[in-house]
């Protein structure tokens, strides 16, 4: 079953972090990619630039709402995600337990609508 | 009521809770065989002492006055459910048999001790092997079912219903809660001490102590074993599996320097270790060599032991501690014991022998997201100077680590390789 791990994280923590800091954070994220892609886990990820860079879209009633910034302005955002494929929920939990946003935001495992 | 003597009451509550609930679900589930109705009944009748007690003050027995409010909770339910001639019968003589029970306990004031039978009916071997452990600490200890399921990694939704499932199978398959026949003990013991060593190991991986949910599972796991060695004193297993225990227990305020970094065990410091805890652990591991019957937990608890005593004398013991390990492989199969040995060989023989015994193992699927196998692997090949395979060993440590002071540990280790390679 495919899940998205959806991460959530407090953008401010990074910018806080001494160079070498950020340097052990972007391997860990590296280690943690090649962990699932040897465990024929992986389907994608990507990390996502700071919310700032957001721009919201809605339409209602027929006129467009642009804004600027993210959906919920709240103090954790999705920060990346890993689209993965494993054989079931339990086995994603542990793999959102292994992300390393998971000790410093939290983690979402939701599962892929299967289109058919 | 004052705040004091509600706060009384509910301390009062939480002490019996802790010290009784398996007791009391034990006791008003072997009749029934209904796990689930006698949880129900006993957590309404915690709800009213919350109520009663602040304002009628603590029973002088609150075990007996649980007993008797649950009971009746208990025999209200069936009634609410159940109709008909038959019913009614079946009804008759659950309540003439907890009534009967009951009274004898308040007479002796206190209530016969079934908990072994319900571990041995929770650890059956028809019930699932992965929802023993859990089923264990929600039916004797009383965990709640969010509690178990994050520290076994599960969603709470899923946990709640694994358990009700098994707790539905005790009751329809009829599974019996009864402590089993001398010929049956040491194969259906295996089980209990499993579930309860699960239990433990799950509250073990927070390196850190900080994870109150972690290491609490850690004390109820050491809980479930004294309570098997109190009601089963002779079996060595059971002790073995406590000395095991105590002793990985003993080692917990060393894991962490001051700087909250993780401590491999070859770098702890031995005054930091819990010297009275491991004092008992010897104790009971010895009490378990005096019985005669070797078997898995005394193999680990004597390594632990031999661990223990080379670290606090400087006494090198390593062909002793291999042939520990030998042993346990003949014992076990298991690849975790055979990564530990190779750690142990690389002591002995020195990392190229080490880095073969692991390669020996290295087909096994189980261990492509083992992380210990990883680390092991990492630290072996750094020495023998495959530094391109270290390097992608440690890359799948990290990756598979989720505790973040044992990543950045190897994350130095990896550091320290790839600098040593490039002077």
Redesign the interface.
């Known amino acids: 079953m495919q899940y998205l791990l959806v991460l959530h994280v407090n953008e401010s923590g990074w910018g806080q972090m001494s160079p070498e800091q950020q340097q052990?954070g972007v391997?860990?994220y590296?280690?943690?990619?090649?962990?699932?892609r040897?465990?024929n886990a992986f389907l994608g990820s990507n990390r996502l630039k700071p919310s700032a860079n957001s721009t919201t879209v809605r339409v209602a009633n027929g006129k467009t709402q642009v804004l600027d910034g993210p959906y919920a302005d709240t103090k954790e955002q999705v920060g990346g995600y890993y689209l993965i494929d494993v054989p079931d929920?339990?086995s994603a939990?542990?793999w959102a337990?292994?992300c390393?946003a998971?000790?410093?935001g939290v983690v979402e495992v939701r599962p892929v609508w299967q289109m058919a | 009521m004052s705040f004091a003597e509600g706060d009384d009451a509910r301390k009062t509550a939480d002490a019996v809770a802790r010290r009784s609930y398996g007791k009391l679900v034990a006791f008003l589930a072997a009749r029934t065989r209904d796990v689930a109705a006698a949880e129900d009944a006993l957590a309404e009748a915690f709800a009213s002492a919350l109520v009663d007690w602040p304002t009628n003050g603590c029973p002088k027995n609150p075990e007996g006055w649980l007993l008797t409010v649950a009971r009746r909770k208990l025999i209200d339910s069936v009634r609410r459910r159940q109709t008909g001639e038959a019913a009614s019968t079946q009804l008759q003589i659950l309540a003439e048999g907890l009534e009967d029970a009951a009274a004898q306990a308040e007479k002796d004031m206190q209530i016969p001790d079934q908990r072994l039978a319900l571990l041995f009916a929770c650890a059956h071997p028809a019930i699932e092997a992965g929802i023993r452990a859990p089923l264990m600490l929600q039916v004797v200890l009383g965990l709640d079912g969010e509690t178990i399921a994050s520290a076994f990694?599960?969603?709470p939704a899923?946990m709640r219903k694994r358990l009700s499932r098994a707790k539905e199978k005790i009751q329809q398959a009829g599974i019996p809660f009864s402590i089993p026949e001398r010929e049956e003990l040491p194969h259906r013991l295996d089980t209990v001490l499993d579930a309860i060593y699960a239990a433990f190991a799950e509250g073990w991986t927070d390196a850190s102590g900080t994870d109150t949910i972690r290491r609490n599972l850690t004390s109820e796991a050491l809980f479930l074993a004294r309570l098997v060695v109190e009601l089963l004193p002779q079996e060595a297993e059971a002790l073995g599996l406590l000395a095991l225990m105590l002793h990985a227990e003993a080692r917990r305020p060393a894991r962490r320097n001051a700087a909250d970094e993780y401590v491999p065990f070859a770098e702890q410091d031995p005054a930091l270790w819990n010297a009275q805890m491991i004092d008992e652990a010897e104790s009971v591991l010895y009490r378990a060599s005096a019985l005669g019957t070797i078997g898995r937990f005394q193999l680990e608890a004597a390594l632990q032991s031999a661990h223990v005593h080379r670290r606090r004398t400087g006494h090198d013991n390593w062909a002793e501690v291999v042939q520990f390990y030998d042993a346990l492989v003949a014992l076990t199969d298991s690849p975790v014991v055979a990564i530990n040995r190779a750690l142990a060989i690389a002591e002995l023989h020195g990392p190229q022998a080490a880095a073969d015994a692991l390669n020996e193992i290295a087909a096994d699927d189980r261990l492509?997201?083992y992380q210990p196998y990883w680390a092991a692997r990492a630290e072996l090949l750094s020495k023998t100077g495959a530094h391109d395979e270290a390097r992608q060993a440690?890359?799948?440590a990290?990756?598979?680590?989720?505790?973040?002071t044992v990543?950045?540990f190897l994350?130095k280790r990896l550091a320290t390789l790839e600098s040593s390679t490039r002077g």
């Open positions: 052990q391997a860990a590296m280690a943690y990619g090649e962990a699932l040897k465990a929920l339990d939990i542990t337990s292994r390393p998971a000790s410093h | 990694l599960v969603s899923a492509t997201e440690y890359e799948m990290i990756g598979l680590e989720r505790e973040p990543r950045a994350q």
